[in-house]
């Protein structure tokens, strides 16, 4: 191969790299971009905290008293590269199941010129985990559990609808497919882990009585909150 054919493949080569560096530039790249998972938590359960992958947050539709858990995700958003990008959307959403993140839930950012910004979510319903969106990509998520299981007291009231009203009330017991009394036992995860508010490993009585402060159903009854449009990635 002549020295000539190798100076044109090197360059060929060198502007190919810089071109797709290029294209790159300004896109959130999730392996270089960082996330700090912040949960508050009322009451205070730490076994849902740094014992479960993803972190566990309990929400409630609404912010009447006793207010359940709140999340925030802080986060620096990269490019490909590892420069800030500055101007991302950051957008809580639904990932899996339906949490319903109720109108006023949640309360996101624009990345700054170092590329940081923060999502704060305390209104949901339903199991299943919400994850922060920057510009279109997935960057963390969280898993969510909810004293809102049924909107009715048949099994078909397990499907959570994801317009109307949330709202905590007997069904969230009594329904024999998604219902806490159906849900009694030791947990297994992704079958009945979503039914156990106090992080314990069982779901119990005082997932629904809220006994000595772990915050369960009957402290939240009634608790009503609308819902807004089911949240997805842009």
């Not at 071109?19 to 300004?26: D, H, I, K, N, R």
Request: charged letters at 10%.
């Amino acid at each position: 191969m002549s020295k000539k054919l190798i100076a044109t493949i090197g360059v060929v080569v060198g502007l190919t790299t810089c071109l797709a560096a290029v294209a790159f530039a300004g896109i959130p790249f999730a392996p270089f971009s960082t996330c700090g998972v912040s949960i508050v938590q009322n009451p205070s359960r730490s076994q849902c905290i740094n014992n479960w992958n993803p972190d566990v947050v309990r929400l409630c539709p609404s912010l009447a008293t006793p207010v359940f858990d709140s999340v925030t995700f802080n986060l620096t958003i990269l490019d490909a590269l590892a420069a800030p990008v500055n101007g991302a959307t950051l957008t809580a959403y639904e990932t899996s199941g339906t949490t319903n993140i109720a109108t006023g839930g949640s309360v996101g950012g624009v990345t700054n010129v170092l590329g940081k910004a923060s999502v704060t979510v305390s209104q949901a319903s339903g199991p299943g985990r919400i994850g922060v969106c920057a510009a279109g990509v997935l960057i963390c998520e969280v898993e969510v559990r909810s004293p809102d299981a049924a909107f009715s007291a048949l099994p078909s009231g397990c499907n959570l609808p994801t317009t109307g009203s949330s709202v905590i009330n007997a069904n969230d017991y009594s329904n024999p497919s998604c219902g806490f009394g159906a849900k009694f036992g030791a947990i297994t995860v992704g079958v009945n882990s979503s039914w156990d508010l106090d992080c314990s490993n069982v779901v119990n009585a005082s997932d629904v009585t809220g006994s000595l402060g772990k915050g369960g159903l009957l402290q939240h009854f009634n608790h009503t909150a609308p819902l807004g449009a089911k949240s997805t990635c842009p």
